[in-house]
């Protein structure tokens, strides 16, 4: 007579859709298998398998913008006097808001000064800046 397998198909099966459907009990052998293949998986899976998840590179704006938050909630820009054009008849204000409208969307600016050196050149200005 031949022996009888240990395991019949039918259990086999059992087991398989036990670990497919998550139906075991917190605790129990199989349970703790499920967690140690998933564990594996989401460690060991990285190095096999190239996943093209490189983090975003983030270029700074060419003109170098600085925002500050101000004391009423709002942003403060601050442009390097390099980026605006000031040539007779050039609309500074114009070009604040071109420089500055990619960063922040559709805005109009309230008031903006120029920052001055000791020998007084103007090294960047300061925008405030309205939403619209």
Do not use: C
């Not at 559709?106 to 090294?123: F, H, I």
């Amino acid at each position: 007579m031949a022996a009888k397998a240990v395991f019949p198909m039918s259990a086999i099966w059992r087991t398989i859709r036990g670990y497919i459907l998550w139906s075991y009990e917190r605790g129990t052998l199989h349970y703790d298998i499920m967690v140690t293949l998933i564990l594996l998986f989401v460690f060991i899976s990285p190095r096999y398998i190239n996943y093209n998840d490189k983090p975003v590179e983030r270029n700074p704006h060419p003109t170098g913008v600085g925002v500050i938050p101000d004391q009423k909630g709002g942003f403060i820009y601050q442009i390097p006097a390099s980026a605006v054009n000031v040539t007779a008849g050039a609309d500074v204000r114009q070009q604040l808001v071109q420089i500055i409208e990619p960063i922040s969307g559709a805005v109009s600016v309230s008031r903006y000064e120029a920052v001055k050196d000791a020998s007084g050149r103007t090294q960047s200005y300061k925008v405030w800046v309205e939403k619209e």
